[in-house]
């Protein structure tokens, strides 16, 4: 038994950063923590510096959880429902173990757990699928970034394919996973009529999505592209107005469903 505790404890993560007091990354007030490493280049991104598969700092599954649990006394806040620990990124799916073994000393104590993807790293091809699956195993919630449900918009904006995002959710929907989908709306990108109702299609095909939320564009994370020497491709790209994100969300079908 120490054995296997000892292993779990030594499984290695690589770190971005962390938030101690998360209020809009699942349910309650979150710990998040944010990972190395994302292989989608989305046009908006206001983290890319998460990006690079190296970077980071290496903490052990074991660690983490007892630096997090410190803060558990956030969680369970008067009016509020229970909190708990969001992972995040980068991309969490592209360190499946490491969050899984995290996960699993959460759900020793009890704490909720949720994951914040676009999606990309996940494949339905052995070895991925195994080891997804037992992160599926001790996660609660997955905050799943639909970017576009056209696949030609999708890799305009993104550098990459949505067949395997859109088979991610198609999975989580088959196996009882709750789901939170988020759209982030550009103006003149990604607002347009035809992709936000056949993005409220293909969400209403899905049977566990219990919240639908648009997230307005924004432009706090253009200074780190200029810091990086990287050109930020959506100079001058106006923040969404309440009218059009109102607008949005009327033709996604925003919205919590249970």
């Not at 799916?93 to 995290?102: G, I, K, M, S, Y």
Request: with cysteine; net charge negative.
């Amino acid at each position: 038994m120490e054995t296997q505790e000892r292993r779990r404890e030594d499984v290695q993560g690589q770190v971005h950063s962390m938030e101690t007091f998360g209020l809009v990354d699942g349910p309650g007030v979150r710990f998040v923590v944010f990972l190395q490493g994302c292989q989608m280049r989305c046009r908006y991104c206001h983290n890319p510096e998460t990006w690079p598969a190296e970077g980071g700092t290496m903490w052990g599954a074991g660690k983490l959880f007892e630096h997090i649990y410190r803060y558990r006394s956030y969680w369970k806040k008067k009016g509020q429902p229970n909190g708990g620990i969001t992972v995040s990124g980068g991309d969490p799916l592209l360190q499946p173990e490491f969050v899984a073994e995290l996960f699993a000393f959460a759900k020793e104590k009890g704490v909720h757990t949720a994951i914040d993807t676009s999606g990309n790293p996940f494949s339905l091809n052995s070895p991925y699928i195994e080891r997804f699956e037992k992160l599926m195993e001790t996660t609660d919630l997955v905050l799943l970034d639909l970017k576009e449900i056209d696949e030609e918009k999708h890799r305009a904006l993104t550098g990459c394919s949505n067949e395997n995002i859109l088979a991610l959710a198609r999975w989580l929907s088959d196996h009882g996973k709750e789901m939170w989908i988020r759209h982030v709306l550009v103006p003149g990108l990604t607002d347009d009529e035809q992709g936000l109702l056949g993005l409220r299609e293909f969400i209403r095909s899905l049977k566990t999505v219990s919240r639908v939320e648009i997230l307005p564009y924004h432009t706090l994370g253009m200074f780190k592209w200029k810091n990086m020497g990287i050109t930020y491709p959506l100079e001058g790209t106006p923040v969404p107005a309440k009218e059009e994100i109102e607008r949005a969300e009327r033709l996604i079908g925003a919205g919590v469903f249970r």
